[in-house]
């Protein structure tokens, strides 16, 4: 559909709805009452009429009723629920504070800590988690970390312990569409993923979507987790922050003009290093972070943000070895309500990701990495109490550098080396609607148009048969070919080009207040690829964009869900199945260099990809316990079929486990308040363990032993589990003024489980003798944290 | 370079907190496969007229014995149809000697196996490979800047694309080790070979060994050296994958046979630790 058709769409919607009886319009924003912060996905119930809206991701609600009296039901994750009751007589502009539950735990129970289930709403294969139940479950070395807690929901699994990224529904990790207030995060992980590049106190909220994915998300196959940063203090200055073993924060918030605008502004660092120096050791290794965010509201109509990240990853061994790495962001965003019912955003973002790396044992200095330009115009059109609509359009601009060598002074052996550097323009429309049909039925519906556009200016290589791989029948391996020529392509000549109609669609039907059933089916495109044959992404994996060859990965995904409430909403139970398809997924041949290869086409086969599962998530929403059990039965397979019938493809061109398949995978997480000053959290995880190939022979050749191998990823790793609990002590909980201070202390993994991270297969370089090792990253590892605020 | 950039890393982070331990993992072991190492090696200044094949078979990945193979009629035909016979002159041992090999450089060969009623054969070309020039030491290498590092210097020939083999014997280590690269990064340059170890002392000798190999030999070196690491399984591994070389049974062809068939001029250099 074109953009013109959308808007006429629009337009004949509008002007179809116009004709109805006498409304109107109440609107306006939900912040905490403390601090002012909006409040992003706040439910607004009008008891009278039945309907409901929630806030938007700049607290912004609409809602246009009859004249009349109406009571409103504002309820919020972690708040206690408001009533209020207005008359309208006209357009409202109403505006509410809610108060968070822990600020009077002493007085009431916590009643209204509403975690259920959206029972009517079709939304689907979505998992919100607030930031205060992050911080209350147990970490590695007391590390609140993001990423780390979402491992914990159904669907959502990693390659391995202390390994970067994470996999939703069998997806792979370079499928996630990580954004940190609308703008791209391309490696989410310090340390190769011992820890996530988001700090936990200058975040909002964030949401997990793993299904039914809105058409306003799109890029990536198989999940959106959308992170907002927190705006700051508009009523006062306020500083917050921790002391751990291996990071200290510190963030610093207050208002600009009070009332009108707010800063914030959080710091982390590890410091371990700056032992190191004090022993005199040279080596270094640690990393930073460093988030913004400005707000100021011009008017009623009118808001400003400005929010930034940069964080770097740095390790040194001696002078031989220098390696940082990185993402830093940049996004200006416009809030502008046109009416009432018409809210907008338009947003300037910039995102990058940095890899350099000197080895000075060779010789030689690399970079590469990734810059993305972005502008994105946003509407949400509140049209009626049964409509809402969303539409929009963005482009992306990227300009990829794969990497260029040069040699670090005149005596090293290596020349200067550089990749083509790769550009693309990504630009899209989509309009989703929102729709209830009777009280019963609910659905949304939307439409997503991406394009791609590979520019150049490059050479393009060109091959016989248009085969950048060949088989070598005689080997019985696959061969990169070599190019019969190339075609030059100036500045901003189309390489290649796609584009792509990605419909969306998600209902649900509720039998009554308790019980529904929902169903949901997204096609999704992506055109950028993560060059990497490992489990797991490293730093210094690629993104490359598709091309001629490298064809964009499309997936069809269908999911059903069973969704209740019981004992009054005390607890509840979804219950999701999924099956999903992926098309154009990349696949490596034997031996493929992938660092440096200016033609990586040459190295890749296309192939497929699914997986399926049954997704059971059971909560206790209410008491001093509380917490859930999450169990997930999966598989997840990739096939490289051969083209030809002689060419064997991959591993035989079977369906293979994935390195990150994970057929049963449990997790209890659990919440105790045992009084005002001591909370306590526990983590239980059980999984499969990772798929992997052992040798199922050996042999000698010039002096050595070589293993031999049968299929890919037919064994698995020992069973993974492991126990972590944490207390949270408060000294003064009622304080409410100055210094508020708690120490966090826990154990990770408190039965000291030696979980294989890997099991490798070696000579003996002693003995000469074969023999399996096995590597267990962490035993127990107790911790203490200090965190503060004043 | 991602491997060694990425394994490097990861180690040095994981030594602080992790731990490895030797652990019995039970195996299945797949039928017996025929392995033929013809690995036939011109050392510079020597006539190269004695050389050796072997053949072995796979075996379970735990097994001391390397099981022999005796009987086959071995022959390597050279570019101008003269035939080479290699003889099993130790009855049992798997090893076919000759002794009046002639070697040329540039030269096509072709190997043929005849055992079990099946033919394998195979053709190369003998690589030529440029001279040690120099050496040079330091004693500052490593993480704690106090490891001894050696390195070999030759001239790589900028008007072709080469691909070199390496392989370093000491007293401490009783495997050789092996490393295999190309020149794409030093086309033309003075290009150099390394060998360090943490437990490398003065008067220790090197025995250093650079062999001229072809590209398609090249290849399979990389994947095999990389499935005879120690980093099988670990997360930064693609999944490994038997690597098939360039010998090929002419009369069945799934019943395929391990190993390669190689000629290489050598140049060795002996190198006593300062």
Redesign the interface.
């Known amino acids: 559909m074109t953009k013109k058709n959308a808007l006429n769409f629009i337009i004949l919607l509008t002007s179809f709805f116009a004709f109805c009886q006498e409304k109107y319009t109440i609107s306006g924003t939900v912040t905490d009452n403390k601090n002012k912060e909006t409040l992003i996905g706040v439910s607004i119930y009008f008891v009278e009429t039945k309907a409901s809206t929630t806030t938007n991701e700049y607290g912004f609600y609409s809602m246009t009723l009859p004249e009349g009296k109406h009571t409103l039901l504002i309820s919020n994750l972690g708040y206690q629920t408001t009533e209020q009751e207005i008359s309208l007589t006209q357009n409202l502009k109403s505006n509410f504070s809610l108060v968070e539950n822990f600020q009077q735990l002493d007085e009431v129970v916590i009643t209204d800590n509403k975690k259920r289930a959206d029972i009517r709403k079709a939304e689907m294969s979505v998992n919100k988690l607030s930031i205060q139940t992050v911080k209350q479950m147990p970490v590695i070395l007391g590390e609140v970390d993001i990423l780390k807690s979402i491992l914990n929901l159904p669907g959502v699994t990693n390659?391995?312990e202390?390994?970067s990224g994470f996999n939703v529904r069998g997806g792979s990790a370079d499928q996630n569409l990580v954004l940190l207030d609308e703008a791209t995060i391309y490696n989410s992980s310090h340390?190769?993923g011992?820890f996530s590049v988001f700090n936990a106190d200058a975040i909002k909220d964030l949401k997990l979507f793993k299904g039914g994915i809105p058409a306003r998300y799109g890029g990536r196959l198989s999940s959106v987790l959308d992170i907002y940063q927190k705006e700051g203090n508009k009523n006062g200055f306020h500083m917050n922050g921790g002391i751990g073993l291996i990071t200290s924060r510190l963030l610093a918030e207050g208002p600009i003009k009070k009332g009108k605008g707010s800063f914030l502004i959080a710091g982390r660092g590890s410091y371990a290093h700056l032992f190191l120096k004090l022993a005199n050791n040279?080596?270094s290794?640690y990393f930073y972070d460093l988030n913004t965010k400005l707000s100021y509201d011009l008017n009623e109509k009118n808001n400003l943000y400005l929010s930034g990240y940069f964080g770097r990853d740095v390790?040194k061994?001696?002078n031989?070895?220098d390696?940082t790495y990185g993402n830093s962001i940049l996004n200006l965003r416009w809030n502008h309500l046109f009416s009432e019912k018409l809210f907008s955003n338009l947003s300037a973002i910039y995102s990058d990701y940095y890899y350099g790396?000197k080895?000075d044992?060779i010789g030689?200095i690399?970079d590469s990495g990734i810059k993305n330009y972005n502008l994105k115009y946003d509407f949400k059109y509140y049209l009626s109490d049964k409509i809402k609509l969303n539409y929009g359009l963005n482009a992306q601009y990227y300009d990829f550098n794969p990497g260029q060598?040069k040699p670090i002074d005149a005596s090293s052996?290596?020349?200067n080396?550089e990749l083509d550097k790769k550009f693309a323009l990504e630009p899209a429309i989509y309009v989703d609607v929102e729709q209830k049909i009777g009280n019963d039925f609910s659905i949304n519906y939307g439409l997503r148009y991406s394009m791609f556009y590979r520019l150049g200016q490059q050479n393009i290589n060109t091959y016989a048969n248009n085969q950048p791989v060949v088989w070598n029948d005689?080997?019985?391996?696959y061969?990169k070919a070599t190019p019969t020529g190339s075609n030059y392509f100036g500045t901003n000549d189309i390489i290649a080009s796609f584009n792509n109609l990605e419909p969306r669609v998600a209902m649900s039907y509720s039998f009554n207040d308790n019980q529904s059933v929902k169903a949901s089916y997204n096609r999704m495109a992506q055109y950028l690829h993560l060059i990497s044959?490992?489990?797991?992404p490293?730093?210094?994996d690629i993104w490359t964009p598709s091309d001629n060859f490298l064809k964009p990965q499309m997936l069809d995904q269908f999911a059903i869900g069973y969704f209740q409430n019981f004992s009054d909403d005390k607890y509840t139970l979804e219950v999701e199945s999924f099956y999903k398809k992926i098309k154009n997924r990349l696949d490596?041949i034997?031996?493929?260099d992938?660092?440096?290869n200016n033609a990586v086409e040459q190295v890749v086969l296309v192939g497929n990809a699914r997986a399926y599962g049954l997704e059971i998530l059971f909560r206790k929403n209410e008491g001093k316990l509380s917490g859930w059990v999450s169990y997930t039965l999966s598989r997840t397979e990739q096939q490289t079929p051969g083209r030809t019938a002689e060419e064997s493809g991959i591993?035989n061109g079977n369906w293979?486990k994935t390195?990150f398949d994970k057929t049963h995978n449990l997790s209890i997480v659990g919440t105790y308040e045992l009084n005002k000053k001591w909370k306590f959290g526990s983590i239980f995880t059980l999984q499969t363990g990772q798929p992997?190939?052992?040798?199922?022979?050996?042999?000698?050749?010039?002096?050595?032993?070589?293993?031999?191998?049968?299929l890919?990823?037919e064994n698995n790793?020992p069973l993974y589990h492991h126990l972590d609990i944490s207390a949270t002590y408060t000294p003064k909980p009622s304080k409410n003024k100055g210094w508020q201070g708690e120490w966090v202390f826990s154990i990770y993994n408190l039965y000291g489980r030696?979980n294989a991270?890997?099991?490798?297969?070696?000579?003996n370089?002693?003995?000469?003798?074969?023999?399996?090792?096995?590597?267990?990253?962490?035993?127990v590892?107790p911790s203490v944290s200090y965190n503060f605020k004043f | 370079m991602k491997k060694i950039a990425t394994i490097f890393l990861f180690t040095v982070l994981l030594s602080l907190i992790s731990c490895e331990e030797v652990i019995n993992v039970d195996l299945d072991t797949a039928p017996a496969k025929l392995v033929i190492d013809a690995s036939i090696d011109w050392e510079k200044g020597t006539p190269g007229t004695t050389q050796i094949i072997k053949l072995t078979t796979t075996t379970g990945y735990y097994s001391n014995v390397v099981p022999s193979v005796s009987g086959a009629t071995i022959f390597i035909t050279s570019g101008s149809d003269v035939v080479f016979n290699f003889n099993e002159e130790v009855p049992n041992s798997g090893l076919y000697l000759c002794t009046t090999f002639a070697p040329i450089i540039g030269e096509t060969y072709t190997l043929t196996v005849i055992h079990a009623g099946e033919t394998y054969t195979a053709s190369e070309k003998m690589i030529p490979v440029p001279t040690i020039i120099n050496t040079s030491q330091r004693d500052d290498a490593g993480f704690g800047l106090n490891e001894i590092e050696v390195k070999f210097f030759f001239q790589d020939d900028g008007q072709e694309n080469n691909s070199y083999l390496t392989k370093s014997t000491t007293p401490i280590n009783v495997l050789p080790e092996y490393f295999a690269f190309d020149d794409r990064y030093a086309q033309g340059n003075e290009m150099f070979g390394l060998y360090t170890n943490k437990d490398l002392k003065p008067g220790d000798a090197i025995e250093f060994c650079l062999y001229g190999i072809s590209k398609q030999y090249f290849n399979y070196m990389r994947i095999l050296l990389a499935n005879a690491g120690t980093s099988n399984g670990s997360p930064f591994q693609t999944p490994p994958a038997t690597v098939r070389g360039n010998i090929i049974n002419q009369t069945n062809e799934s019943n395929y046979c391990l190993g390669y068939f190689r000629l290489s001029e050598v140049d060795k250099f002996q190198y006593i630790v300062q």
């Open positions: 390659a391995g202390g390994q340390l190769f011992f040279p080596n290794a390790f061994i001696n031989s070895f390696n790396l080895l044992f030689f690399w060598i052996s290596i020349n080396f005689f080997f019985k391996i061969e044959n490992t489990q797991s490293t730093p210094l490596y034997d031996g493929a992938l660092i440096a591993n293979y390195g992997v190939t052992f040798p199922n022979g050996k042999y000698q050749y010039q002096g050595i032993f070589i293993p031999s191998f049968g890919r990823n790793l030696q991270a890997s099991i490798t297969f070696r000579q370089v002693d003995t000469g003798t074969n023999e399996a090792l096995r590597l267990s990253i962490f035993g590892v």
